[in-house]
């Protein structure tokens, strides 16, 4: 058997041809996943039933010019899917998704957080709110170096902005601002 998944309907319709292989009369049909097979998902409760063929919806019709009940689906159903899967699907779904789709669909999360009060949406968006804090401390660890002269390698400039411990970036920024030196960061003179 032969299976072809495809997100564009006209890839999916030249798959469904016929193959001829080798010996005359030994034919293989493929079977073909293309927008037209895959249910457009948009009930609440066939999302929570059925998360994985709500996934499949939300790729292969967020296109339409209106995807707002299809991402509400999506959200109903990574709500009832355990966190490691949901974080899967939801990768898998942001990374397959033309870029115009993927902002929309980033977008209506950031907004439907609230209006929804989905507990997958909530959780999605504090971990990058998380990640969003993080990288502004690093870049105030930086700046301040910078500003007070402090020579920075570039192996310990990636190292803090990679840093994702708040709490370790918050003290970072306590002593880069008396910092003379780069290992001022790690032991200071006074840390109070």
């Not at 895959?38 to 339409?64: C, Y």
């Not at 993927?102 to 949406?121: G, K, P, V």
Request: hydrophobic share 45%; proline share 7%; with cysteine.
């Amino acid at each position: 058997m032969l299976l072809a998944v495809c997100p564009d309907q006209a890839v999916a319709d030249w798959c469904t041809a016929p193959i001829v292989i080798g010996q005359p009369g030994l034919v293989l049909t493929p079977v073909v996943l293309g927008p037209k097979q895959v249910p457009i998902v948009t009930d609440l409760r066939v999302a929570r039933r059925s998360p994985e063929l709500t996934i499949l919806s939300a790729i292969a019709h967020s296109t339409r010019p209106d995807p707002t009940p299809i991402f509400e689906a999506l959200l109903a159903a990574l709500d009832i899917i355990d966190h490691d899967h949901a974080d899967l699907y939801t990768d898998l779904v942001l990374t397959v998704l033309p870029a115009a789709a993927r902002e929309r669909l980033e977008e209506f999360m950031s907004t439907a957080t609230h209006r929804y009060h989905s507990d997958f949406a909530r959780r999605y968006f504090s971990q990058g709110e998380a990640k969003g804090e993080a990288k502004g401390e690093a870049k105030a660890v930086l700046a301040i170096l910078d500003a007070r002269g402090v020579e920075v390698p570039d192996h310990v400039r990636a190292d803090i902005a990679n840093c994702t411990d708040v709490d370790q970036l918050e003290v970072w920024i306590r002593r880069a601002a008396t910092a003379n030196k780069i290992q001022d960061l790690d032991n200071p003179t006074d840390d109070t």
